[in-house]
């Protein structure tokens, strides 16, 4: 029972390049999340999936888009990196709603 | 979502009893209290969560009087690996509602 996988672990882009973060969770919960953390913040709320199927924007949406592509897996794009997305990159996954949410390892992202 | 005020960090020697209070004056009457743990370059992780009175696991013990405008997340005889980040988040458990997580409180503990 591995939990939340999140790949790649650490990710260098420059300016304008694109790229694909993967989340997977084993738990079989509803509900998954893409939250991002800059330093010395608390984690900002980017897109959110109540179920599969459905996807929902947060604090922070744009400049991202996101995929439940089943009750696994829900990705996070960036289509277009700018700077202001270098941060680190957590997904995680609860059984419905706000009951415990169970946190990946995270992704830390630089885009020079 | 209701949104709570906590306060940005506190300090404490090891051994001692810490308690972190978090105030949410317009939470509603689904709204659930939570607490998170974070240490440096981890995610999160899930330490209590409750809705009135008192909860108490093998970690901490949530209260929560009357009014539920309020929460202290205690932490008893602390030790030096409790020094991280504590979170108080509210808001209601049904399908579809996501959590708003604030800056947090860094503890601090010291030997």
């Known amino acids: 029972n591995a939990g939340v996988t999140q790949t790649p672990k650490f990710q260098v882009l420059k300016t304008g390049q694109s790229m694909t973060l993967q989340c997977a969770q084993d738990m079989n919960h509803n509900s998954m999340y893409w939250y991002r953390q800059d330093p010395g913040m608390g984690l900002r709320l980017i897109y959110y999936s109540a179920s599969e199927g459905t996807t929902d924007k947060g604090e922070v949406p744009n400049g991202y888009n996101v995929s439940r592509l089943n009750k696994r897996e829900f990705s996070l794009r960036l289509e277009s990196a700018a700077p202001s997305q270098t941060s680190v990159y957590f997904c995680a996954s609860s059984e419905q709603g706000t009951k415990e949410q169970f946190f990946g390892p995270g992704t830390r992202l630089t885009v020079l | 979502l209701a949104k709570t005020t906590q306060p940005i960090s506190m300090d404490s020697y090891e051994g001692q009893e810490v308690n972190i209070t978090c105030s949410h004056n317009?939470?509603?009457?689904?709204?659930?209290i939570t607490w998170y743990q974070q240490f440096p370059s981890q995610g999160p992780r899930f330490i209590i969560q409750?809705?009135?009175t008192k909860v108490t696991n093998e970690v901490a013990s949530l209260f929560i009087p009357a009014d539920r405008k309020s929460s202290t997340l205690s932490l008893p005889r602390v030790s030096l690996s409790d020094t991280a980040v504590y979170y108080c988040l509210v808001g209601g458990r049904q399908a579809g509602t996501a959590l708003i997580f604030g800056k947090g409180t860094t503890l601090s503990v010291s030997s």
């Open positions: 317009n939470i509603a009457t689904n709204d659930y």
């Open positions: 409750g809705y009135k």
